[in-house]
């Protein structure tokens, strides 16, 4: 799998929108970029993913870029209760292969 | 619909003994995996499973034996636990198509002494 970069922390304000950056270079043209998030002592929970074209759902958006060697995931209205590890992942659309964890971003939402 | 269910929630153990971390779904789920994850990392593939009867290695499978009999279940087995293996075990399964997303369950969290 192609590998990722992430912020190490993030911070934001409540109400605002939290645009969390992920690099991946070296992603190959039939791989997704996915992204998970874990809040604290639960499982991870997946929120979107995308191969080309945005995408929107009701937890967030997912924007890639024209080459694909980046993303950005948004939450439009960030809560406290979005503070949580955030984790973009980029694996083949191929059936049988695993989902490759990195470290991924701690965001932390204030009031 | 339960989900991806894990059982059991905690277990402290000693060095030496062997126990085994159970993990079912009823999403009738082809793809199976197991993650372990330790203080300030990111969670990393011990083993999957992609149907029943076929199993393969993760990242880090040493120490950790698994088996496949039924598409609902996947047990996680320690043959003789050490405390390197003191951790917070997950489970997760997706349907094995293209790009679905995954399911985890809530963690098995693991104290060996």
């Known amino acids: 799998d192609a590998k990722t970069t992430q912020p190490t922390s993030m911070d934001c304000a409540e109400g605002r929108a939290a645009n969390l950056p992920c690099n991946h270079s070296t992603i190959s043209g039939n791989e997704y970029v996915y992204w998970y998030r874990q809040i604290h002592s639960q499982g991870p929970q997946y929120i979107i993913h995308g191969l080309k074209n945005n995408e929107t759902n009701e937890m967030a958006s997912l924007i890639i870029t024209e080459d694909r060697k980046s993303s950005t995931l948004i939450l439009p209205h960030a809560t406290l209760r979005d503070t949580a590890v955030y984790y973009c992942i980029v694996r083949p659309n191929q059936a049988g292969t695993a989902l490759i964890f990195g470290k991924g971003t701690t965001l932390s939402v204030s009031s | ?113």
């Open chain 2, 1 to 113: 619909n339960a989900g991806v269910t894990q059982t059991p929630k905690f277990q402290v153990l000693k060095t030496g003994q062997s126990m085994t971390l159970q993990c079912a779904q009823d999403m009738n789920h082809e793809y199976m995996s197991w993650y372990r994850q330790d203080p300030g990392m990111g969670l990393r593939l011990i083993h999957y499973s992609v149907g029943a009867g076929i199993t393969d290695q993760g990242e880090v499978p040493n120490g950790y034996n698994v088996s496949r009999s039924t598409t609902e279940d996947f047990p996680l087995r320690l043959l003789s636990a050490a405390p390197s293996q003191t951790s917070v075990y997950f489970c997760a399964s997706r349907r094995n198509a293209g790009d679905q997303p995954q399911h985890f369950g809530d963690g098995t969290r693991l104290s060996i002494l």
